[in-house]
């Protein structure tokens, strides 16, 4: 008879308690499109999107963790998505510079808000980035995403504010507009990705980079399941990823699902929500 050899325990994962910044949907609306998930005709509900929004932030406060709230602004639909409005890396503040003229007041807002919290160092970007939609920070390093809204000259900004280095990564598929869309850490030294989203030279340094990366389908990228928040142990993920929930799961981590269908409409996901504030 043949003795299968067992399998070795999920290692044990530590969360560590973090700081966000979110902003309430007051006045959330899909009425332009600036992305392939954005269709004005269909519509948005936006005291649905109110509702999902609350659980969201529920969800972190019921983990431990310390949610600040900066204050919606009228005519601003998508400010909703608090992670575009900046990066904060060691108390230091690299400004978000949009793409879009429908977003472009949201970067000053959200500087503004950071100085007047104690982030007296803050840089306003002559380049154009979308602050943590395509900027995402582990213990050693910045990925950095381009190909759609931040400029690779924006990357390069950013390491010489922050002095961190930065890995650029070329997204190629329009539903990933952001690298917060195909990819999130998982604490500060692996990550979760989708393939598909990535050109071969940047898969080739994600595979480098993070041998041991958990690895979603199309299927749970199609739902923003890689846009997701983790604590080190905890991943608050939109409920749909059921794929990679279980993959998490499997992996020792422990999934936190959410349903933000209605923000979905306009692109956004926990991650879009939320913006780590880094002392």
Same mark, same amino acid.
């Given at each position: 008879?043949?003795?299968?050899? #067992?399998?070795?325990?999920?290692?044990?994962?530590?969360?560590?308690?973090?700081?966000?910044?979110?902003?309430?949907?007051?006045?959330?609306?899909?009425?332009?499109?600036?992305?392939?998930?954005? @269709?004005?005709?269909?519509?948005?509900?936006?005291?649905?999107?109110?509702?999902?929004?609350?659980?969201?932030?529920?969800?972190?406060?019921?983990?431990?963790? =310390?949610?600040?709230? +900066? @204050?919606?602004?009228?005519?601003?639909? @998508?400010?909703?998505? #608090?992670?575009?409005?900046?990066?904060?890396?060691?108390?230091?503040?690299?400004?978000?510079?949009?793409?879009?003229?429908?977003?472009?007041?949201?970067?000053?807002?959200?500087?503004?808000?950071?100085?007047?919290?104690?982030?007296?160092?803050?840089?306003?970007? *002559?380049?154009?980035?979308?602050? %943590? $939609?395509?900027?995402?920070?582990?213990?050693?390093?910045?990925?950095?995403?381009?190909?759609?809204?931040? %400029? +690779?000259?924006?990357?390069? *900004?950013?390491? =010489?504010?922050?002095?961190?280095?930065?890995?650029?990564?070329?997204?190629?598929?329009?539903?990933?507009?952001?690298?917060?869309?195909?990819?999130?850490? !998982? $604490?500060?030294?692996?990550?979760?990705?989708?393939?598909?989203?990535?050109?071969?030279?940047?898969?080739?340094?994600? =595979?480098?980079?993070?041998?041991?990366?958990?690895?979603?389908?199309? &299927?749970?990228?199609?739902?923003?399941?890689?846009?997701?928040?983790?604590?080190?142990?905890?991943?608050? +993920?939109?409920? *749909? #990823?059921?794929?990679?929930?279980?993959?998490?799961?499997?992996?020792?981590?422990?999934?936190?699902?959410?349903?933000?269908?209605? !923000? &979905?409409?306009?692109?956004?996901?926990?991650?879009?929500?939320?913006?780590?504030?880094?002392?």
């Amino acid at each position: 008879m043949t003795v299968m050899p #067992a399998m070795e325990p999920a290692p044990a994962r530590t969360a560590l308690r973090r700081r966000y910044l979110m902003c309430r949907p007051e006045h959330f609306a899909v009425t332009y499109a600036i992305n392939p998930w954005m @269709d004005p005709a269909a519509g948005a509900d936006a005291g649905r999107a109110v509702a999902q929004w609350e659980a969201l932030r529920n969800a972190y406060l019921a983990l431990g963790h =310390e949610v600040s709230l +900066i @204050d919606p602004v009228p005519g601003l639909p @998508d400010m909703v998505f #608090a992670a575009n409005g900046a990066l904060v890396v060691g108390g230091r503040v690299y400004g978000a510079r949009f793409a879009h003229a429908e977003r472009r007041a949201e970067g000053p807002a959200y500087a503004a808000w950071l100085r007047a919290n104690g982030f007296a160092d803050v840089l306003e970007a *002559e380049h154009t980035n979308e602050g %943590e $939609g395509d900027f995402l920070t582990l213990d050693h390093v910045i990925l950095a995403g381009t190909g759609f809204r931040t %400029e +690779i000259a924006a990357h390069q *900004e950013a390491q =010489e504010f922050l002095g961190r280095p930065v890995v650029t990564l070329r997204l190629v598929d329009p539903r990933f507009y952001h690298l917060d869309t195909a990819l999130f850490p !998982l $604490g500060g030294d692996n990550v979760a990705y989708y393939p598909g989203a990535f050109s071969p030279g940047s898969r080739a340094v994600l =595979e480098r980079l993070f041998p041991d990366a958990v690895l979603a389908d199309e &299927r749970d990228a199609a739902v923003l399941g890689l846009n997701a928040v983790c604590d080190g142990r905890n991943v608050v +993920i939109n409920a *749909e #990823a059921e794929g990679l929930i279980g993959t998490l799961r499997d992996r020792g981590y422990e999934p936190v699902p959410v349903d933000l269908s209605e !923000l &979905r409409k306009a692109g956004g996901g926990p991650k879009c929500c939320t913006l780590e504030l880094r002392a």
